[in-house]
Protein backbone atom coordinates (compact mmCIF):
# COMPACT_ATOMS: atom_id res chain seq x y z
CA UNK A 1 0.00 0.00 0.00
CA UNK A 2 1.38 3.01 -0.88
CA UNK A 3 1.79 6.19 1.23
CA UNK A 4 0.54 8.38 -1.15
CA UNK A 5 -2.96 7.37 -2.50
CA UNK A 6 -3.84 7.90 -6.59
CA UNK A 7 -6.57 6.36 -8.56
CA UNK A 8 -5.74 3.27 -10.11
CA UNK A 9 -7.27 4.44 -13.42
CA UNK A 10 -8.62 7.92 -15.82
CA UNK A 11 -9.52 7.56 -19.34
CA UNK A 12 -10.51 10.63 -21.70
CA UNK A 13 -11.18 11.58 -25.19
CA UNK A 14 -9.01 12.90 -27.56
CA UNK A 15 -8.70 16.44 -27.24
CA UNK A 16 -10.60 16.27 -23.54
CA UNK A 17 -8.61 17.16 -20.00
CA UNK A 18 -8.37 15.22 -17.31
CA UNK A 19 -7.23 15.22 -13.90
CA UNK A 20 -5.11 13.14 -11.58
CA UNK A 21 -5.11 13.16 -8.15
CA UNK A 22 -2.77 12.76 -5.04
CA UNK A 23 -3.65 12.41 -1.25
CA UNK A 24 -1.36 12.36 1.06
CA UNK A 25 -0.82 12.97 5.01
CA UNK A 26 0.58 15.62 7.65
CA UNK A 27 4.12 13.92 7.50
CA UNK A 28 4.75 14.60 3.65
CA UNK A 29 2.26 16.67 1.25
CA UNK A 30 0.72 18.21 4.28
CA UNK A 31 3.72 19.12 6.13
CA UNK A 32 4.72 21.09 3.33
CA UNK A 33 6.48 19.46 1.28
CA UNK A 34 6.86 20.04 -2.55
CA UNK A 35 5.20 17.03 -4.68
CA UNK A 36 6.87 16.00 -7.93
CA UNK A 37 4.96 14.23 -10.71
CA UNK A 38 6.51 11.23 -13.38
CA UNK A 39 5.01 10.02 -16.74
CA UNK A 40 5.84 6.42 -17.46
CA UNK A 41 5.37 5.71 -20.72
CA UNK A 42 4.34 1.29 -21.98
CA UNK A 43 7.90 -0.55 -21.17
CA UNK A 44 10.20 2.54 -20.71
CA UNK A 45 11.84 4.35 -17.59
CA UNK A 46 9.74 7.11 -15.42
CA UNK A 47 10.34 10.30 -16.91
CA UNK A 48 10.10 13.88 -14.35
CA UNK A 49 7.04 15.35 -15.92
CA UNK A 50 6.07 18.45 -12.99
CA UNK A 51 8.38 19.42 -10.28
CA UNK A 52 7.97 21.44 -7.21
CA UNK A 53 4.24 21.11 -7.16
CA UNK A 54 3.39 22.95 -10.53
CA UNK A 55 6.99 23.38 -12.50
CA UNK A 56 7.11 22.15 -16.24
CA UNK A 57 10.56 20.51 -17.14
CA UNK A 58 11.80 21.66 -20.66
CA UNK A 59 10.65 20.17 -23.24
CA UNK A 60 7.06 19.21 -21.40
CA UNK A 61 4.32 20.72 -23.27
CA UNK A 62 1.79 23.26 -21.66
CA UNK A 63 -1.14 20.70 -21.44
CA UNK A 64 0.26 19.36 -18.75
CA UNK A 65 -0.14 21.44 -15.29
CA UNK A 66 -0.69 20.39 -11.78
CA UNK A 67 -1.17 22.39 -8.36
CA UNK A 68 -1.14 21.26 -4.53
CA UNK A 69 -3.43 22.54 -1.84
CA UNK A 70 -3.03 20.65 1.93
CA UNK A 71 -2.12 17.60 1.93
CA UNK A 72 -3.53 17.01 -1.63
CA UNK A 73 -1.96 17.45 -5.31
CA UNK A 74 -3.42 17.30 -8.61
CA UNK A 75 -2.13 17.07 -12.35
CA UNK A 76 -4.10 18.13 -15.07
CA UNK A 77 -3.79 17.58 -18.83
CA UNK A 78 -5.24 19.48 -21.42
CA UNK A 79 -5.91 18.44 -24.76
CA UNK A 80 -5.74 15.09 -24.60
CA UNK A 81 -3.55 13.12 -27.04
CA UNK A 82 -3.18 9.54 -27.85
CA UNK A 83 0.57 9.80 -26.91
CA UNK A 84 -0.16 10.72 -23.35
CA UNK A 85 -1.38 7.34 -22.48
CA UNK A 86 0.57 6.09 -19.74
CA UNK A 87 1.01 5.88 -16.01
CA UNK A 88 1.32 9.18 -13.69
CA UNK A 89 2.76 8.97 -10.16
CA UNK A 90 3.32 11.28 -7.60
CA UNK A 91 6.30 11.35 -5.44
CA UNK A 92 6.84 13.94 -2.14
CA UNK A 93 9.01 13.35 0.72
CA UNK A 94 7.86 12.28 4.10
CA UNK A 95 9.25 13.06 6.96
CA UNK A 96 8.23 9.79 9.27
CA UNK A 97 9.76 7.51 6.86
CA UNK A 98 12.82 9.91 6.37
CA UNK A 99 12.75 9.64 2.55
CA UNK A 100 10.90 10.05 -0.74
CA UNK A 101 7.65 8.39 -1.48
CA UNK A 102 5.51 7.53 -4.58
CA UNK A 103 1.77 6.96 -5.26
CA UNK A 104 0.58 4.13 -6.66
CA UNK A 105 0.47 5.42 -9.87
CA UNK A 106 -2.54 6.35 -12.05
CA UNK A 107 -3.17 4.73 -15.82
CA UNK A 108 -4.05 7.06 -18.31
CA UNK A 109 -6.38 5.69 -21.26
CA UNK A 110 -7.03 7.58 -24.28
CA UNK A 111 -10.27 6.55 -25.53
CA UNK B 1 24.68 14.15 -21.83
CA UNK B 2 23.42 13.10 -18.95
CA UNK B 3 23.03 9.37 -18.54
CA UNK B 4 22.97 6.56 -15.70
CA UNK B 5 23.60 2.69 -16.76
CA UNK B 6 22.86 0.10 -14.42
CA UNK B 7 24.53 -3.73 -14.54
CA UNK B 8 24.21 -6.65 -12.34
CA UNK B 9 20.72 -7.76 -12.14
CA UNK B 10 20.01 -11.74 -12.63
CA UNK B 11 18.58 -14.87 -11.05
CA UNK B 12 19.14 -15.45 -7.56
CA UNK B 13 17.91 -17.85 -4.98
CA UNK B 14 15.93 -16.61 -1.99
CA UNK B 15 18.01 -16.20 0.80
CA UNK B 16 21.06 -15.23 -1.62
CA UNK B 17 22.73 -11.24 -2.08
CA UNK B 18 23.08 -9.49 -5.27
CA UNK B 19 25.17 -6.46 -5.85
CA UNK B 20 23.60 -3.79 -8.61
CA UNK B 21 26.07 -1.11 -9.85
CA UNK B 22 25.21 2.30 -11.51
CA UNK B 23 27.35 4.05 -13.67
CA UNK B 24 26.85 8.04 -14.19
CA UNK B 25 27.70 10.17 -16.78
CA UNK B 26 27.71 14.33 -18.08
CA UNK B 27 27.26 15.39 -14.75
CA UNK B 28 29.46 15.60 -11.45
CA UNK B 29 28.24 12.81 -9.50
CA UNK B 30 29.56 13.00 -6.56
CA UNK B 31 28.23 16.29 -5.91
CA UNK B 32 24.30 14.63 -6.23
CA UNK B 33 22.33 12.96 -4.20
CA UNK B 34 20.85 9.37 -5.49
CA UNK B 35 18.75 6.65 -5.15
CA UNK B 36 17.85 3.27 -5.87
CA UNK B 37 13.86 3.25 -7.08
CA UNK B 38 12.24 0.02 -7.85
CA UNK B 39 9.16 -1.12 -9.67
CA UNK B 40 8.09 -5.05 -9.16
CA UNK B 41 6.27 -6.69 -12.42
CA UNK B 42 2.72 -4.99 -13.63
CA UNK B 43 3.28 -2.94 -9.59
CA UNK B 44 4.20 0.68 -8.91
CA UNK B 45 7.02 2.66 -8.31
CA UNK B 46 9.04 1.78 -4.69
CA UNK B 47 11.49 4.17 -3.14
CA UNK B 48 14.38 1.66 -1.99
CA UNK B 49 17.22 4.07 -1.03
CA UNK B 50 19.09 7.09 -1.00
CA UNK B 51 22.25 9.03 -0.30
CA UNK B 52 22.61 12.57 0.24
CA UNK B 53 24.56 15.50 1.80
CA UNK B 54 23.95 16.93 4.84
CA UNK B 55 25.91 19.11 6.35
CA UNK B 56 29.15 17.88 4.53
CA UNK B 57 28.74 14.52 5.55
CA UNK B 58 27.11 11.51 3.70
CA UNK B 59 23.65 11.19 4.66
CA UNK B 60 21.90 7.44 3.92
CA UNK B 61 18.10 6.05 4.18
CA UNK B 62 16.15 3.31 3.45
CA UNK B 63 12.73 2.19 3.17
CA UNK B 64 11.69 0.20 5.90
CA UNK B 65 10.94 -2.98 3.48
CA UNK B 66 14.89 -2.98 2.51
CA UNK B 67 16.33 -1.98 6.02
CA UNK B 68 19.19 -4.45 7.80
CA UNK B 69 18.85 -6.18 4.60
CA UNK B 70 20.19 -3.82 1.47
CA UNK B 71 23.16 -1.29 1.77
CA UNK B 72 23.59 1.66 -0.70
CA UNK B 73 26.77 2.74 -1.17
CA UNK B 74 28.77 4.78 -3.93
CA UNK B 75 32.45 5.26 -5.20
CA UNK B 76 32.79 8.98 -6.57
CA UNK B 77 36.04 8.19 -8.38
CA UNK B 78 34.40 5.76 -10.28
CA UNK B 79 31.38 7.75 -10.71
CA UNK B 80 29.57 4.55 -9.16
CA UNK B 81 26.33 3.57 -7.33
CA UNK B 82 26.53 0.40 -5.14
CA UNK B 83 23.04 -1.46 -4.07
CA UNK B 84 24.35 -4.45 -1.94
CA UNK B 85 21.43 -6.25 -1.51
CA UNK B 86 21.45 -9.56 0.74
CA UNK B 87 18.76 -12.01 2.67
CA UNK B 88 16.49 -11.77 -1.03
CA UNK B 89 12.92 -12.40 -0.96
CA UNK B 90 10.82 -13.30 -3.47
CA UNK B 91 9.02 -10.01 -3.11
CA UNK B 92 12.30 -8.24 -4.07
CA UNK B 93 11.88 -9.37 -7.61
CA UNK B 94 11.88 -6.16 -9.63
CA UNK B 95 13.53 -3.71 -12.01
CA UNK B 96 15.87 -1.82 -9.63
CA UNK B 97 16.52 1.90 -11.65
CA UNK B 98 19.21 3.95 -10.61
CA UNK B 99 17.72 7.52 -9.99
CA UNK B 100 20.02 11.02 -9.85
CA UNK B 101 18.16 13.63 -7.64
CA UNK B 102 17.85 17.59 -8.23
CA UNK B 103 19.63 17.67 -4.52
CA UNK B 104 23.02 18.45 -4.29
CA UNK B 105 25.99 19.13 -1.62
CA UNK B 106 24.91 22.89 -1.76
CA UNK B 107 21.67 22.89 -3.05
CA UNK B 108 19.09 21.41 -0.58
CA UNK B 109 19.31 21.63 3.15
CA UNK B 110 16.18 20.09 4.82
CA UNK B 111 15.03 17.62 3.22
CA UNK B 112 18.13 16.63 1.31
CA UNK B 113 16.03 14.82 -1.42
CA UNK B 114 13.48 16.80 -3.53
CA UNK B 115 12.81 15.41 -7.20
CA UNK B 116 14.38 12.18 -9.29
CA UNK B 117 15.54 14.35 -12.68
CA UNK B 118 17.59 11.27 -14.37
CA UNK B 119 16.41 7.89 -14.81
CA UNK B 120 18.45 4.95 -15.80
CA UNK B 121 16.77 2.12 -17.45
CA UNK B 122 17.25 -0.31 -14.99
CA UNK B 123 18.55 -3.76 -14.00
CA UNK B 124 15.66 -6.79 -13.41
CA UNK B 125 16.47 -8.75 -10.58
CA UNK B 126 14.48 -11.80 -9.79
CA UNK B 127 14.57 -14.11 -6.66
CA UNK B 128 12.83 -17.43 -7.39
CA UNK B 129 14.28 -20.84 -6.58
Known amino acids: QSVLTQPPSVSGAPGQRVTFSCTGSSSNIGAGYDVHWYQQLPGTAPKLLIYGNSNRPSGVPERFSASKSGTSASLAISGLQAEDEADYYCQSYDTSLSGSVFGGGTKLTVL | EVQLVESGGGLVQPGRSLRLSCVASGFSFGDFAMHWVRQAPGKGLEWVAGMSWSSGTTSIDYADSVKGRFTISRDSAKRSLFLQMSSLRAEDTALYYC????????????????????WGKGTMVTVSS
Open chain 2, 99 to 118: VKDFCSRTTCSSPTYYYMDV
